[in-house]
C-alpha cells in the first residue's frame, strides 16, 4: 500500500518548518524565502466560503536558477506535521495555485508550483493528479539539503539544468 501520510522524525508542524528552514537557508537555488505568507483568491467557486490562502513559504529562485534555465517562477512550500494524511494538504495546494501571495506589500505573486513537505513522493494514480495540477512533493535528503520532486522525478536543479522543465502537456481527451 502506498504511504498517505506526511513522513519524518519531527514531532510537531513547527519541528517540521524549523527542520526545512535549516535546511533551505543557505540553499543557492533561492534568493528570497518568504514564511508564513498570506494571499488573495485569483479565481473561486461561488460555493466556497469566503477565507484568505496563507502558505507556509514561498520561494523566489535565484539568478544561479533562472541561469541553469529554470523559468517557472516562484513555488509554494505547504509544510505538514509527520503523520498528517495527504488529502487535505493536497486541497490546499490547490487552492494555493488559485491565488496571488503577497510576498512584500502590495506585491503579489502567483505560484508555478506547490510543493507538500515532508511527503512520499507521489506515485500511481495520486502522482497523475498531481502533476496535472502542478503540485509536488519536497523531501529532506540525508545530506541535509532539500530535493524537490514532480512524481518520480527529481526537479530544479543547479548542477542539471534538464531538470527544471515541467512539461505541461495535454493528457488524454480533455
Known amino acids: 500500500m502506498v504511504n498517505q501520510t506526511t513522513e519524518g522524525p519531527w514531532e510537531d508542524e513547527k ?9 533551505i537557508r543557505d540553499d543557492r537555488r533561492f534568493s528570497n524565502i518568504y514564511s508564513e505568507v498570506t494571499g488573495i483568491y485569483t479565481s473561486r467557486s461561488p460555493y466556497e466560503e469566503n477565507k484568505t490562502p496563507r502558505i507556509d ?41 488559485r491565488a496571488s501571495f503577497e510576498i512584500m506589500p502590495g506585491f503579489h ?15 500511481g494514480d495520486l502522482e497523475s493528479i498531481a502533476i ?3 503540485i509536488g512533493t519536497a ?18 536543479s543547479l548542477e542539471e539544468p534538464s531538470r527544471n522543465y515541467m512539461t505541461l502537456r495535454k493528457v488524454g481527451s480533455r
Open 15 to 23: 519541528s517540521t518548518c524549523d527542520a526545512f528552514d535549516i535546511a
Open 109 to 123: 505573486v502567483p505560484l508555478s508550483m506547490v510543493f507538500l513537505f515532508q511527503a512520499p513522493r507521489f506515485c
Open 57 to 97: 513559504r514561498v520561494l523566489i529562485p535565484s539568478r544561479a536558477l533562472r541561469n541553469a534555465e529554470w523559468v517557472h517562477g516562484p513555488i509554494g512550500i505547504e509544510i505538514k506535521a509527520p503523520g498528517s494524511k495527504l488529502g487535505r494538504p493536497i486541497a490546499q495546494c490547490l487552492d494555493y495555485l
Open 132 to 134: 496535472q495540477h502542478r
Open 139 to 156: 523531501s529532506l535528503h540525508r545530506r541535509g539539503h532539500i530535493r524537490f520532486w514532480r512524481g518520480a522525478t527529481e526537479i530544479i
